[in-house]
């Protein structure tokens, strides 16, 4: 293949990361009302940030260790969410990395997790009903799917053992530059306000 054709792959490559952060930058009502935000495109998305989809592994620890707590949120049921770090980079992607602790007796099956605008029930348990909500653009991101319609984020198959803990990611359009904070939502939970960090 020779370099022009490696250009205009490349350029294609970047048209198409472009076009899955627009499909996913949802505008919500103003005045910190409780309407759902209106969706500007039903298109699917590819996210090229890196990370791979699944791995929930019941496991302590994993391949990256950041001992760093942006904010904790703590379940009814004894399951809780640790975020790490919500990293921005030059692709237009935001990445949340975290722990999810089940402190309870029993399995956690993440029932109701997966639900949102964007439907992917079906697809296992995951935290793919998470969402971002940038107060300062008035705007709510969903996460980021692959042309399977699968989330990109950590899968969980058979759910988290009692006791256990599991390294979780997250991947969503990023906001605009000037937005340095946006509330984590989960579902069942109360939501948290996280900081940015720029890679």
Request: proline residues 3%; charged residues 25%; glycine residues 14%.
């Amino acid at each position: 293949m020779g370099t022009r054709e490696i250009g205009t792959l490349t350029r294609g490559a970047v048209a198409v990361a472009t076009a899955a952060t627009l499909a996913f930058t949802l505008t919500a009502c103003g005045g910190g009302d409780d309407k759902e935000p209106e969706t500007t495109s039903s298109s699917q998305a590819t996210g090229d940030g890196g990370e791979e989809r699944g791995g929930g592994d019941n496991s302590e620890g994993g391949a990256e260790e950041n001992t760093e707590v942006l904010a904790t949120i703590n379940g009814a049921d004894g399951v809780n969410v640790v975020v790490n770090s919500a990293v921005r980079d030059q692709g237009g992607f935001l990445t949340v990395k975290g722990k999810i602790e089940n402190t309870s007796d029993k399995t956690y099956v993440f029932r109701n997790w997966a639900a949102g605008d964007l439907d992917f029930t079906g697809k296992g348990a995951s935290v793919a009903g998470m969402t971002l909500v940038d107060k300062k653009g008035k705007k709510r991101y969903y996460l980021l799917r692959d042309t399977d319609n699968n989330c990109l984020c950590t899968m969980f198959p058979g759910g988290l053992g009692a006791g256990k803990t599991a390294d979780f990611f997250a991947q969503f359009p990023a906001p605009p530059a000037d937005t340095t904070e946006v509330d984590l939502q989960v579902p069942t939970m109360s939501s948290a306000t996280i900081r940015i960090t720029d890679k």
